[in-house]
């Protein structure tokens, strides 16, 4: 039994520990300081004061002030205080034990901070590898309630796309996209496995994100998308109590989808008619007739629109002829309101702006209260947030509750034991985010002649104008608000270090994520709708858990001889992962009021379970466990000649036998290059570092549990059949449900890095160029049909590289004592490219999850980068007749309709024309930070923009193509549609056929510019005077104003140019508009941060 | 410091030995097997077998297949109706725009409905293997079983094989050989001189084993017997125009026919009875061989793609059993040709295409009707089972494109409502239902014997009279016309007014037939008429455009003059689906293209194995 073994390891592991605390105990004095900044002599709170080569160390409080126990033994060593953005300090004790004000030298470099990295912490000064440190600072003044959606424009290297959506994930693309499937880099908080998507964003010290090898090596398999580094605060100094809160409201975009209203919805309606009748060879009898504008002429007449939607004002007779409705005013008396036959509804002749109807402003909260504390024998921070983020969808929120609890006790002055723990109940039911059955989509669908209710006050919708086939967004999202999505989560770790042999410090570490997850939600029948409106009730109800544990061991040794300095760590960790839930539903409730769903009021014979797994691929429970060794070798001569090695070996279950382990080196230089003699005399290079990398890592995230088995499974829509022919009822089957691949293993990269660190009177500037290279990338075999319904392994095969440059460049200024300001700037650059697939494949062609009307978007081919659009290149429209017979062959030619290109000069369009449209990768991505501070007054401006990509305006299929189930259409399809006067207009000819030439293929009509630059926020606060509020015991007073998207500078027209992939695990479909939750919404907020 | 020197001397042997023993947890903490589902041990013994069996009739429904959907459907609606002259698409023209390559004859190779049917059948056919593959790894079963075992696989391969032939000419054949771990998956459709080859003899086979294997009786209603092989068999000889083959087949079924539980072949008195979902008229005598359909069985937790699945949109728009979609819409040709003479007997080759038209908003035909079709097609004003008259254009989506005619066959009726139609959660459950899709119903076995009378060495003209003679007697039993008094009886289907709907004849043929023509235009109208809607026309006229023999006026090429005719006639009703570029094309048309996908993926090292049809 593995785990019972497991069990045994861990007794042991705790007996070297308990060996461990039997050291002895020294007579103690307490030195004492207080450590103020130069400029200003205020007070350094959080500086670090230790003594030199020992482990005795605090940190100082709110004041300034610092007490540290020392043994007898150490009265002439060296105090050193180190504080972020200040010179380091360093000076005997001389016996001394009451040290007064200390006084700390502003300084621009940041070379000393102390970076945590991969196991160990680092300062920047000594790093080798490529590691962008983000301004916490910076990354706070945007609003936002999912950590990961705030990296963006922060740091060189990540590219980071985000929606609206109130809890929506994001794409995070560390150095490119290494991956058809999830490219998610991992995260680290506070040295566990975790996640950023609920982290408290007011408990975060720093993050860091490692990009090269030489940093992420050590993370083995699991090191290749890019590891995030997050660190939460810790207490320091006297009992702090902070309050950070802030208060605003989003606004909904104005324009929305620039749709027409009423006139005009029917005005296309009749052009799609005349139009094929006048160019299209239609018949003159080709017109139309409907309940609702009656019998069309062949030659163009507005149709009059009528009072009501229902009852109509024509119908049908027997013979089918369509004539006046002899009921019309009759059924119109409130009185025959009948919500299936005769639901009376008025037509809205302006025009209902189903945008606005769904899309409303929404209040935006967020406290976080915090107490906080920390001597020399221990700290504590703890936290308490409530976040309360409504989305201007109608409807969708995300509310958090959560707490966090960091501990460190230190025993005996050689041995800490702590615990990080964060806790926290959500609530976020979801939509679907870029996916044509969602609210949003809907009302670009809907036409705008339908109210939002009937005469009665219910909902009105597309079953009184049958025309159209959209279900009605506000009943919908109304209607989602009964459903709930709760999750509840505890993460963190407890810990134990021990200091030993002088140069020696082991820790333990044990932790991971806990969480369970419970939702519901009714479906009614939804009598408004055109489609499904007898359709019966639903109600589903699902729970399931999960659990990560991971038990991480290391051995540090560190020792200084000289001039070399060298350190060692070894060390393990495991890691385990199980997940299991459940799913139930039944039909036919009796009722719709909530207090009676449950999953056994439903009608028996509708009940289905299913068996779910969570945040995986399959439908079924996972398990997995990875095992590792890690070890990692740093050395410098000098403080200028750095090198450093690491190596991981990684056991994965996900693999069979003989394929489970990897090896994962990487090997990583440093030159100090400043530090040379034949520097020394250029005073303007503060620092200058020429640092550079090699090494492979890892990824595995697309490989599901089991891959490696031949397996039977059982469903009932599947497998099971009515052999007896009951009717109501079947016999259990069995399928061959997955095809297993006893070779598969991890994707490698092998990542090569050169950089520079420079810091250049007052400017800090990075640099990389990188090169990553994967093979064997993860697909699912494409195994031909012949091979059966079973589920095809997933194998490695295929390569791909991601070559780029990303840095960053600071600039600080200081015009004089009131005045402060800094610059920051970063770009990200990457060419990701597909070097081959399996030998002879010639691509792989891609659907969207959200909508597939129109066959694939895109396609994965050698050459190209991942993402890329593929499909007919649209050289205009079709003039007339004349110009359909000379030109190539093509489906569905007619004058006005797209008119494709013959790549390969055949003479005939086909399949074999397509070529390649687009590309959704943008050329870079920047962000400018600007950080200024005049007095008691501070200001901050961050842009974000991405350039040279391209969009997939899917929208126009639904809303420029009038024949597509007859939705709403564009404000200026009329004037800017084909006609024989307009050859050359943004819409092709309305038309009310479906073909080839309109409707039916992906061409370059729909690709548009996508490059856009964002004001993403601007805030001015004020810190009130201390003396002010002195009397209540108030340290600090902070207020500020910010609005956030104020503007976006875009030639695209769609709601907003930044667009996710309808799933966030699929790498391969992005940039396509298929109606994104809008991530460019204005908002205001007004904030406020108090300490006392 | 000793005591620290001592701690050293301990430390370091000990976490030497705690990372040995971390080691020995990790290899059986490696060792974490997928849940949910059973190795392939598990299943081999004869529970299991049974049970993978069952799994391969499963595939006989069309859903829940790899890559199924409405391109997979059983009853073929797209590509044996709409690609024919019975049906319309339906809807609006841009919904399932992907069927409109299917009825122009002009599908590219990338069409998703033609990688569905590939998909969804060379699925089921590996679901066949799987039976044979594991039924020999099983200890201790006898060999009757294993007989028993492999003549039902081989049915329903042979069965699905069939429908990759009609649909894909030169489809490759995969037998229990074919598996990824045998590495052969890349099948070839040609030999090594690059010429097709023809899997007819492998389906013969496959029936031919099963036919000689199976009992007569089995133990349930829905499974194969040696009747059922026996008419496959026959059935694929009459695709190949081998009518001396299939006729012995026939006539064995017509003479000892008995269901799988035991009952005779014959018709059911009530035509309408073939199309009631209720268990109790399901699998009846006349039901040779059916797909089985279920609803309320728990299968919604997949969004509904439960059983039958494949016919989903083929309902009335929004109203009446419909929720939704408004697809498969009868054409007007299917609807004239429903015409009948003074003396009840139909208006053979084209002549029902001229003149008024049945039903026609314009200007509707005055004479007389065959009763079955207001089985087949739901008109304006005539009794829709239970549901009331059929309203009219209310019912269709976009009468411009659709016509005025809804389908009616795969209905259920309204007392039938949840409890033959589903219940389970799916935007439009209330068009799933029960209703069996016939594969070979016995009028079938008659007509196609009276093909093998007419076209083979027995030139029995009279014989082949009496049965399409049979088949009309049966039609003419009034005990299903519609009324248009009166109420319907779910009960029996039958409607029990006293007032037909419409002027209803139908005749025997009561003059001598003296030629092959003349004999084989009464049976190619008698199968229109009979099977309309079912799934059939399409792949008939496929078998009709060889040249058949002893006719005069069908020299071949039958099925290319049926479709450009109907063409032309429907670009002058329905131009937005029948442009003037619409053209069927001898050589090419009767046939749809191998999916692009499949062709990719088998030629993927560079040598061809699966090659294109020509002309696509």
């Keep these: 039994m593995p785990f019972k073994t497991n069990g045994a390891c861990k007794g042991l592991s705790l007996a070297l520990f308990a060996l461990l605390l039997s050291f002895s105990v020294f007579a103690q004095k307490t030195v004492t300081g207080r450590v103020i900044g130069k400029a200003d002599n205020q007070p350094i709170l959080g500086a670090t004061v230790v003594i030199k080569g020992s482990r005795l160390a605090t940190t100082t409080a709110a004041d300034g002030t610092f007490a540290l126990k020392i043994p007898d033994n150490q009265a002439n060593a060296t105090v050193t205080i180190t504080a972020i953005g200040f010179e380091a300090y360093s000076a005997p004790l001389a016996g001394g034990l009451n040290l007064g004000d200390i006084v700390m030298m502003q300084s621009n470099s940041t070379l000393n901070d102390v970076i945590v990295t991969g196991y160990t912490a680092q300062k920047k000064k000594d790093i080798t590898g490529s590691v962008s440190v983000v301004d916490v ?156 504008f009656g019998v069309g002429t062949a030659n163009y007449t507005p149709p009059v629109l009528p009072d009501y939607l229902s009852p109509t004002p024509y119908t049908t007779n027997p013979a089918g002829q369509t004539i006046p409705n002899a009921n019309y005013a009759a059924d119109q008396d409130p009185s025959k309101y009948d919500i299936v036959n005769n639901q009376i509804t008025r037509t809205n002749k302006i025009g209902t702006d189903w945008f606005h109807e769904i899309f409303k402003a929404a209040p935006w909260q967020s406290h976080t209260i915090s107490v906080a504390s920390g001597s020399d024998r221990s700290s504590y921070y703890f936290s308490l947030n409530y976040l309360n983020d409504q989305g201007t969808l109608i409807d969708t929120y995300l509310k958090r509750y959560a707490v966090r609890a960091n501990t460190v006790f230190n025993v005996k002055n050689h041995i800490r034991i702590g615990e990080n723990a964060y806790i926290f109940y959500r609530q976020n039911p979801q939509i679907t985010n870029q996916n044509e059955g969602n609210a949003i989509s809907y009302s670009y669908r809907i036409p705008p002649l339908i109210p939002v209710y009937d005469i009665m006050g219910n909902y009105a919708g597309t079953h009184s104008f049958t025309i159209n086939n959209s279900s009605q967004p506000v009943a919908v999202q109304t209607n989602s608000a009964l459903s709930t999505g709760n999750d509840w989560q505890i993460t963190g770790n407890v810990f134990a270090e021990v200091d030993f042999l002088k140069h020696f410090t082991a820790r333990t570490s044990f932790g991971g994520t806990i969480e369970n997850y419970e ?100 439908g079924y429970p996972q398990q997995s466990s990875l095992w590792s060794y890690l070890g990692r070798v740093d050395y410098a001569y000098k403080d200028k000649y750095l090198v450093s090695g690491t190596l991981r070996r990684d056991a994965s279950s996900l693999f069979a036998p003989g394929h489970q382990v990897g090896y994962f080196p990487s090997v990583s230089l440093g030159w100090r290059i400043s530090q040379e003699a034949f520097m020394k005399d250029i005073t303007w290079i503060n620092d200058l570092k020429l640092r550079g990398s090699w090494g492979k890592s890892g990824n595995l995230q697309a490989v599901p549990n089991g891959n490696s088995y031949n397996l039977f499974g059982s469903a009932s829509y599947n497998s099971y059949y009515d052999l007896n022919g009951t009717s109501t009822g079947s016999q259990l089957g069995l399928y061959a449900s997955q095809i297993g691949n006893r070779t598969t293993t991890w994707e490698q990269d092998k990542l090569s890095d050169i950089g520079v660190d420079a810091s250049l009177g007052h400017f800090d500037v990075t640099v990389d160029w990188f090169k990553k290279a994967i093979s064997g990338l993860i697909f699912q075999a494409a195994l031909p049909n012949t091979a059966g319904g079973a589920q095809a392994p997933f194998v490695n095969f295929g390569n791909l590289q991601n070559v780029g440059f990303d840095g960053s460049i600071t600039y600080h200024g200081q015009v004089n004592r009131d005045f402060k300001f800094d610059i920051t700037g970063t770009f990200t650059h990457y060419t990701s490219k597909v070097l081959s697939l399996p030998a002879g494949i010639q691509y792989y062609a891609y659907n969207s999850t959200g909508s597939s009307r129109i066959n694939a978007f895109t396609r994965l081919q050698p050459g190209h980068a991942i993402g890329e659009f593929y499909g007919y290149k649209v050289i205009g429209y079709f003039k007339d007749n004349n110009d359909v017979t000379k030109s190539p062959t093509q489906n569905g030619a007619s004058p006005g309709f797209f008119k494709y290109e013959d790549v390969n000069h055949d003479g005939k369009i086909t399949d074999s024309d397509r070529t390649w449209i687009g590309n959704p990768n943008p050329k870079f991505t920047y962000g400018l930070n600007l950080n200024a501070q005049y007095k008691n007054w501070d200001f901050n401006a961050f842009f974000y923009g991405s350039y040279g990509n391209d969009i997939f305006n899917y929208i126009k299929y639904w809303t420029d193509l009038p024949q597509v189930f007859e939705g709403n259409v564009s404000s200026d399809l009329i004037q800017n549609s084909w006609s024989p006067t307009n050859l050359n207009p943004k819409y092709p000819r309305i038309s009310h056929t479906s073909s080839d030439a309109n409707t039916n293929q992906v061409n370059s009509w729909y690709v548009e510019k996508g490059s856009y630059l964002r004001l993403k926020s601007l805030t001015i606060g004020y810190t009130v005077p201390k003396n002010v509020f002195k009397w209540a ?43 994104n939750y809008p991530a460019n919404q204005k908002t205001w907020i007004f904030g406020l941060n108090l300490n006392f | 410091m000793n005591k620290l020197k001592k ?213 349930n209603k829905g499974q194969a017997n040696k009747y059922a092989a026996e008419a496959f068999l026959a059935k694929a000889y009459m695709f190949q125009q081998k009518y001396d083959s299939a006729e012995p087949l026939l006539m064995d079924c017509i003479n000892n026919g008995v269901t799988a539980h035991g009952d005779r072949y014959k018709m059911l008195t009530n035509y309408s009875t073939n199309f009631d979902p209720d268990p109790s008229a399901k699998n009846s005598s006349e039901s040779v061989f ?161 093909e093998c009378k007419v076209l083979g060495k027995t030139q029995d003209l009279a014989g082949a009279q009496a049965l399409v003679n049979q088949v009309r007697a049966r039609a003419a039993n009034k005990s299903y016309w519609v009324t248009s008094d009166g109420s319907f009886n779910a009960a029996n289907y039958t409607y029990n007014g006293s007032t037909y709907a419409d002027k209803y004849a139908v005749g025997q043929y009561t003059t001598a037939w003296t030629d092959a023509t003349t004999a084989m235009n009464a049976i190619i109208m008698e199968r229109r008429l009979e099977f309309g809607m079912e799934g059939h026309r399409f792949f008939d006229l496929q078998r009709w455009q060889a040249a058949l023999p002893g006719t005069t006026s069908l020299p071949g090429n039958y099925m290319t003059t049926v479709l450009s005719t109907y063409a032309t006639i429907q670009n002058a009703i329905h131009p937005t689906q029948y442009p003037p570029t619409v053209k069927f094309v001898t050589g090419q048309s009767e046939y749809f293209p191998i999916p692009q996908g499949q062709i990719d993926a088998e030629n993927s090292t560079g040598k061809v194995y699966l090659k294109q049809l020509p002309g696509y």
């Design chain 2, 290 to 450: 059916a797909a089985q359909m279920s609803v309320n069985d728990g299968s919604a937790s997949n969004g509904g793609s439960g059983k039958a699945y494949g016919d989903a949109l083929n309902f009335p728009y929004g109203a009446g059993p419909g929720a939704c979609c408004g697809f498969f819409n009868p054409s007007q040709d299917l609807a004239n040709a429903y015409k009948t003479d003074a003396s009840g007997l139909p208006l053979l080759g084209t002549a029902f295409q001229s003149g008024s038209g049945v039903s026609d908003p314009t200007g509707a035909w005055t004479g007389n009707v065959d009763p079955r079709i207001d089985i087949t097609i739901g008109r304006a004003g005539i009794p829709y089972l239970d549901w009331g008259p059929m309203p009219g254009d209310s019912w269709i989506r976009s009468p411009a494109d659709d016509g005025h005619f809804v389908p009616k066959k795969n209905v259920y009726a309204k007392s039938q409502q949840g409890t033959l139609s589903d219940n389970e959660n799916f935007w439009a459950n209330v068009e799933l239902d029960a209703n069996n899709v016939n594969l070979i119903r016995y009028p079938d076995i008659l007509l196609w014997e009276a």
């Design chain 1, 519 to 618: 939702y519901y939600y009714f479906t009614p029948t939804p009598y408004m709708n055109a489609e499904g409106s007898t359709a019966v009730n639903s109600y589903t109800e699902g729970s399931g858990d999960s659990s990560t544990k991971v038990w991480t061991n290391t051995l540090n040794y560190h020792q200084t001889f000289g001039d070399h300095d060298i350190k060692v760590l070894i060390g393990t960790e495991s890691k385990e992962y199980y997940g299991r839930g459940i799913v139930g539903q039944r039909a036919s409730y009796f009722s719709s009021n909530p207090a009676y769903w449950n999953l056994s009021t439903g009608l028996p014979s509708t009940q289905s379970n299913g068996s779910l797994q969570y945040a995986y691929i399959s």
């Design chain 1, 1033 to 1075: 015991g108030i340290d600090n007073l902070h207020f500020y104003v910010e609005g956030a998207n104020l503007f976006t500078a875009t030639k695209y027209k769609g709601l907003d140019p930044e667009l996710q992939g309808s799933s966030l695990a699929d790498q391969t479909n992005f940039g396509i508009d298929l109606g």
């Design chain 2, 7 to 219: 701690i050293s001397k301990i430390m370091i042997p000990l976490a030497l030995s705690i990372a040995v023993l971390l080691y020995a947890c990790g290899s059986k903490f490696l060792n974490k097997p997928p849940l949910g589902t059973i190795s392939p041990d598990v299943v081999q013994n004869a529970a299991g077998i049974q049970a993978i069996l069952i799994g391969a009739y499963a595939g006989l429904d069309g859903a829940g297949l790899n890559n199924s959907g409405w391109g997979s459907a059983v009853d073929n609606w797209t590509y044996g109706e709409v690609a024919a002259d019975d049906a319309y698409k339906g809807s609006t023209p841009s919904d399932q725009g992907d069927i409109v390559g299917l009825f122009q004859w002009n599908a590219s190779a990338t069409n998703p409905y033609v990688g569905q049917k590939w998909a969804a059948m060379y699925d089921a056919i590996q679901r066949c293997n799987d039976v044979i593959r594991n039924m020999r790894l099983v200890k201790g079963v006898s060999g009757t079983d294993t007989t028993e075992w492999k003549a039902e696989a081989l049915f329903l391969r042979g069965f699905f094989h069939f429908e990759l032939r009609k649909v894909f000419h030169y489809p490759p054949f995969v037998d229990e050989n074919i598996s990824f771990a045998n590495n052969n998956l890349n099948v070839p459709n040609i030999d090594g001189s690059g010429n097709y080859i023809e899997i007819w003899p492998r389906i013969e086979a496959d029936f031919a084993y099963a036919a000689a294997n199976l009992p007569a009786i089995q133990a």
């Design chain 1, 137 to 292: 600072k910076a990354m706070n003044s945007v609003p936002g309630s999912t950590t990961e959606s705030l990296l963006q424009g922060q740091a060189a290297g990540v590219t980071v796309i985000n929606s609206g959506s109130p809890g929506g994930g994001s794409n995070i693309r560390i150095r490119g996209i290494g991956s058809t499937r999830s490219v998610d880099p991992l995260v680290i908080v506070d040295g566990v496995q975790s996640s950023l998507h609920d982290l408290n964003m007011n408990d975060v010290e720093s993050i860091q994100v490692l990009k090269d090898a030489g940093s992420t090596a050590i993370y083995g398999v699991q090191g290749s998308n890019g590891v995030i580094i997050v660190t939460t605060k810790r207490g320091r100094g006297k009992p702090t109590v902070q309050y950070n809160s802030f208060y605003g409201t989003q606004q909904p975009l104005k324009n929305g989808f620039r749709l027409g209203g009423s006139q005009n919805y029917a005005d296309v309606y009749a052009l799609q008619f005349s139009n094929d009748i006048a160019y299209g060879g239609a018949s003159p009898n080709n017109v139309y007739a409907n309940n609702w």
